[in-house]
């Protein structure tokens, strides 16, 4: 049944308002980090301004960003690897033998606030001589991608159908061999998807970093703080910081995005 002209009318209005909600921030931030910080501050030249690189070149020079984006991806990239080698195997088990109190906790873990084990965290670790690496980094953000894995790859494996690996076990494979031949590759695109979130997730992980890194081990949303003064702000570094960490996983984004969904809605739709 086709919607009614008022209907239409409203569903545009209402998804241009969201539309224009969400990217008028970002567009202000990549213009603001183009701006030199007396531009900024002056209404009359909100859109029409003189385009400067001194904000990117300050960046990249002056606060050792090129550091910091290494740092960022090596935590993001080892957090990332690690949760899926630990998480879906868990997943599997949890999904195949109805491990339900092991999923409950996993989900209470993924409820959490991460920020509540924060001093936890420091002084247990901080007694151990481990914060300030890049290992405590790792296993923090651990914290959030290992339950965001399990929960994504459980519902994607109880979506697959488990006459397959009723079959092989009848060929003669054993449970891990079903897993490892015949679940992994139909999983794919659901490991893809959760590897993606992961990423992203850690990549913009920035209480655990702000607390439990050091001066070389920074990561990018923690530098960005170089910027924040006691008596001022460096707004234009500050927007073009906040561009450089932010540009990056969103061409990111748009490029996997048809693989997130797709990956997010098989499980659902599989068996």
């Known amino acids: 049944m ?4 008022p209907y239409r009318v409203f569903r545009g209005v209402a998804l241009a308002v969201v539309v224009v909600g969400l990217i008028a921030p970002l ?43 290494g740092n960022s991806l090596w935590v993001a990239f ?16 949890m999904s195949r033998f109805n491990m339900r109190r092991s999923a409950l906790v996993v989900l209470m ?27 405590v980094l790792i296993l923090s953000h651990m914290f959030v991608s290992l339950p965001l894995i399990v929960y994504i790859m459980m519902g994607y494996f109880d979506g697959l159908p488990t006459e397959l690996e009723e079959a092989a076990l009848v060929d003669g494979l054993t449970h891990i061999g079903a897993f490892r031949r015949i ?12 590897g993606i979130l992961s990423f992203i997730f850690s990549w913009n992980n920035f209480m655990f970093a702000l607390v ?7 990561t990018l949303p923690v530098a960005i703080f170089d910027f924040v003064g006691y008596a001022s702000i460096d707004w234009g570094g500050l927007m073009a910081a906040a ?29």
Not at 78 to 93: D, E, H, I, N, W
């Open 78 to 93: 080892a957090a990332t690897v690690l949760s899926l080698v630990l998480g879906v195997p868990a997943a599997y088990s």
């Open 27 to 69: 567009l202000w931030m990549i213009a603001a980090s183009f701006k030199t910080n007396v531009d900024i501050y002056d209404t009359a030249k909100t859109f029409s301004f003189s385009p400067t690189l001194d904000n990117y070149a300050n960046v990249l020079q002056r606060a050792n960003y090129v550091q910091y984006i």
């Open 183 to 194: 679940t992994m590759p139909l999983s794919v695109p659901g490991i893809a998807t959760a």
């Open 212 to 218: 439990l890194s050091g001066a070389d081990t920074k």
């Open 2 to 5: 086709r919607p009614s002209r």
């Open 109 to 135: 873990a993924r409820v959490i606030p991460g920020v509540s084990l924060l001093v936890p965290w420091y002084y247990v670790f901080s007694n151990l001589r481990m914060v300030g690496g890049f290992t």
């Open 243 to 271: 561009t450089v960490v932010t540009l990056p996983i969103m061409v990111i984004a748009l490029f996997v995005q048809k693989y997130v969904v797709s990956g997010l809605t098989a499980g659902a739709t599989k068996g």
